[in-house]
């Protein structure tokens, strides 16, 4: 393998969601945004529920973007590994479903609200995040 090129795998309960190469990842982490280059530092990190952006060394101008519901990463040599609970890439998601599931969490949101129920506003909160999340990655079809 060049030395400018890494493997990206995204693997969720479900199984492995991408396997390709990458000579450029953009993620979220807990502690802020990263851009990943071949045979970067060591490093593991948790994930936010954000989009993760991939450019292929095929094509300089063609990005993937992939959905991904927290999880962790792992960068080692030139192996990027994500290990999520759930992960979509932007082909794959149904935008009719994640529109489903934000208007529900919206709907949920609002009655957690009036009631004043934290634990289920956070975990209301964390849905709607993921469905527009979802959304936002779906858009760059």
Not at 32 to 45: F, K, Q, R, V, Y
Not at 55 to 80: C, F, M, Q, W
Request: aromatic share 2%; glycine share 4%; proline share 2%.
């Amino acid at each position: 393998m060049s030395e400018n090129v890494m493997t990206l795998q995204v693997i969720t309960p479900a199984g492995v969601v991408y396997d390709h190469h990458a000579n450029y990842i953009t993620a979220r982490t807990t502690n802020g945004e990263i851009g990943i280059l071949p045979n970067m530092i060591s490093t593991i990190a948790g994930l936010e529920i954000d989009e993760l952006k991939v450019r292929r060394p095929d094509d300089e101008t063609h990005v993937d973007y992939i959905a991904v519901n927290g999880g962790i990463i792992e960068i080692k040599d030139s192996l990027v590994t994500i290990v999520a609970d759930s992960a979509e890439r932007n082909r794959d998601i149904d935008v009719s479903r994640a529109e489903r599931a934000k208007i529900r969490a919206e709907k949920a949101l609002e009655v957690a609200k009036a009631e004043k129920k934290s634990d289920e506003i956070k975990r209301v909160e964390v849905a709607l995040h993921r469905a527009l999340n979802r959304l936002n990655v779906s858009s760059h079809n």
